[in-house]
Structures are given as structure tokens and as C-alpha cells.
């Protein structure tokens, strides 16, 4: 284990001690400052709404696709829109491509942004900085489904607690600069970033592998191996920071925060495997890797998740929601019917959950 994180895991659990969860930061733009005091958080406002958002990204797209490497150069880019007297705003940027499988398997891959201050003021854009692009996989309706169904995914973890990255639909049209055409419109998610993220709730980044569960604020530890027990994903791991990232709150806890959920149950990618070291043979099955916690937060967690139940499903009747197949809706409820069947029966709870949480990284 990283010896900075476990150094620290019996004063973090002395702060924290007593509590059921960490002060929660609001989502607002209270001032909170989460890089070690360096820079207030501003919100971004295009996280307020969740309607999807029509967009033109305009860059060298040849290039983009050809980037395949783990610190290609950032490429310069637009993004575009119609002002609200109908004309046209167009913002610089320059764009990156990121991640790990799907920059290697994806026709189109993932991108992170980087914007400048004075090109996005009094746009739709302002108090952007370096947010994440996930954008279309293979550029057909299949894999536009599965994009939209991870989506669901990070609503549903914004309904659980402040500690999760905002998001904002874009109905995107991918135009290349070398030959001056449109190649496609896609749904894509503009994911907040980690460091926006930590400012937003008032703490900062721990950029340290190695937090095993001494080290870490018991809710959200519970919170997010439930929410990947609930959604089906195995692909992840606190300890790593494998699709994990920790931040310090305002009371210098360690709260896990989960992002990329692809290879999630409720996805049903066909693309997606599971490790062959776990015993499960189908990223439908469900295992529970979360780390253990104290039973009284447990309990704490599988409560929140009954109470939220309808509101979860509400996101599959909502205007974003019914940018989803019918079938795939009725699919994905089904799947957490059976997690709310498991839940609700405490011996089938204690045997899937509490008895098969993980002990160490």
C-alpha cells in the first residue's frame, strides 16, 4: 500500500469518528476552495440544465483518431453553437484524446478539453477548464444506446450524493477542419472534471494509490461499492484508482468518487468483459467488491438506496430517459429489480453484501 495514504487512515478515522457520512458540501458557488486554497470554485452553468444541447466540435478529426499514444499533444479545436439572437459563437479550445480501451478500440475516441478563460466567458462554456468528452464508440445507434445508458448511470450516483460528477447531454456534430465537412451527430456527455469536482465540494485531489478501507470515509466507501453492486460493474478499484478517485473533504476525510461505467451490468455492452479472475462469467452477473465498513453505515447506504428507488427510476421516464430505447428501459429496470429484491430480503443482503465485502486493497 501507498505508505502516505495508509499513514494517514487512524486520523482520518478519528475525524471522522461519530458520523455517519462527511459534512456534504452543496452544489453551489459558496466560495469552497479545492485546490488547496489556490482558486474558489465558480460553477459551471451548463451543468444546471440536462437537456441535451446542440453543438458543433470542429477539429482535425483524422488526427484525432490517429492519437492512440498516453500523452499525444493537444490538438487545437472549436466548439459552436447558435447564440441566443441566432448567430453563431464559436469558442477555441484545444482537445486531447484520453483513456485506455476505448482510445484503442473506438473509431472515435474520448477526449478531454482545454479551455481559456477569456475565450469562454459570456458563453455557454464560461467556468469551463479542462472537463472530459465521452463521445461515441462506434458511430452507429447500438453504441449511441450504450452511451446514453452510462449516462443514466452518472444521474443516478448525482442523486446520491453531492461526491459525483456532474454531466451535461450534448447532441454533438463531429465537422473535420482539414475537409470542411460534417461526419456525424452523436450524443455525447460532457463529464465534469476531477478537479472541478473537488473544488465544487469544498476539498481537494488525492492523487495517491493504495487507500484500503482504514483510510476512507465509511459512507461513500459503502456508497459506492452498493451503487457498482447495483449497476453491475466490476471494473474498478478504489485501491488502484482504476475508474476510482479520492477526494478530501472539508473535514480532511477520504471520499471515494466512481466514474466510467461501460463495462457496467446496466450497459450490457456487447464489448464489455469480465476479469477472469472474479467468479462471475457475464458482466449481467453480480459481485459485490466493495470494500467493508462498519454495519451501521451499511445499513445507513441500503437505505438511502430503498428511499432513492423512485427517483432512480424516474430517470428512465424523464425527457433523457426517453432518449432510450422502450426495450432497453424495461431491461435495465428489470436488472434493479432484482438488486432491490436482493436489499430488501436482510439475509439475501448479509450473504451478497455485508458477508462478501473486501477487506483490504
Not at 469552497?32 to 460553477?43: A, I, L, N, S
Not at 449511441?144 to 450534448?170: A, C, D, G, K, M
Request: charged letters at 25%; hydrophobic letters at 40%.
Amino acid at each position: 500500500m501507498s505508505r502516505s495514504i495508509v499513514g494517514r487512515g487512524a486520523a482520518l478515522l478519528a475525524l471522522g469518528a461519530g458520523t455517519a457520512a462527511p459534512a456534504l458540501a452543496q452544489d453551489s458557488a459558496s466560495g469552497g476552495r479545492g485546490d488547496g486554497g489556490k482558486r474558489p470554485h465558480v460553477p459551471a452553468a451548463i451543468y444546471d440544465a440536462e437537456s441535451p444541447l446542440a453543438m458543433t466540435f470542429t477539429a482535425n478529426l483524422g488526427r484525432l483518431r490517429g492519437d492512440k499514444g498516453d500523452q499525444e499533444p493537444w490538438r487545437a479545436a472549436t466548439l459552436s453553437y447558435a447564440g441566443p439572437g441566432g448567430d453563431t459563437v464559436v469558442v477555441p479550445l484545444r482537445a486531447r484524446t484520453r483513456g485506455i480501451w476505448r482510445l484503442k478500440s473506438c473509431t472515435f475516441p474520448p477526449l478531454r478539453f482545454n479551455f481559456a478563460n477569456k475565450a469562454t466567458r459570456n458563453t455557454l462554456l464560461e467556468n469551463l477548464d479542462r472537463p472530459k468528452l465521452v463521445s461515441y464508440c462506434r458511430d452507429d445507434g447500438r453504441h449511441e444506446q450504450y452511451l446514453l445508458q452510462e449516462l443514466q448511470l452518472y444521474r443516478i450516483y448525482r442523486l446520491l450524493t453531492p461526491f459525483s460528477h456532474q454531466v451535461r447531454l450534448l447532441r454533438l456534430t463531429y465537422a473535420d477542419s482539414a475537409s470542411r465537412k460534417a461526419q456525424t451527430t452523436r450524443y455525447a456527455v460532457l463529464l465534469e472534471e476531477e478537479q472541478a469536482l473537488a473544488r465544487r465540494v469544498r476539498g481537494t485531489l488525492v492523487e495517491e494509490k493504495g487507500a484500503g478501507p482504514d483510510a476512507l470515509e465509511p459512507h461513500h466507501t459503502a456508497l459506492v461499492g452498493v451503487f457498482q453492486y447495483l449497476v453491475g460493474n466490476t471494473d474498478w478499484s478504489i485501491y488502484a484508482l482504476h475508474n476510482a478517485e479520492l477526494v478530501r473533504d472539508s473535514i480532511f476525510q477520504i471520499v471515494p468518487v466512481p466514474y466510467d461505467f461501460d463495462f457496467a451490468g446496466a450497459v450490457n455492452a456487447f464489448y464489455a468483459t469480465v476479469d477472469p479472475k472474479l467468479p462471475i462469467k457475464k458482466v449481467r452477473e453480480r459481485i459485490y467488491r466493495g470494500y467493508c465498513v462498519p454495519p451501521e453505515h451499511l445499513a445507513a447506504v441500503l437505505a438511502l438506496f430503498r428511499e432513492r428507488r423512485q427517483a432512480i427510476y424516474a430517470l428512465y421516464r424523464d425527457d433523457v430517459g426517453r432518449l432510450l430505447d422502450p426495450k432497453v428501459v424495461e431491461a435495465t429496470l428489470a436488472y434493479f429489480d432484482e438488486f432491490y429484491r436482493t436489499i430488501d430480503h436482510p439475509r439475501e443482503a448479509k450473504r451478497a453484501i455485508a458477508d462478501a465485502c473486501v477487506t483490504g486493497g
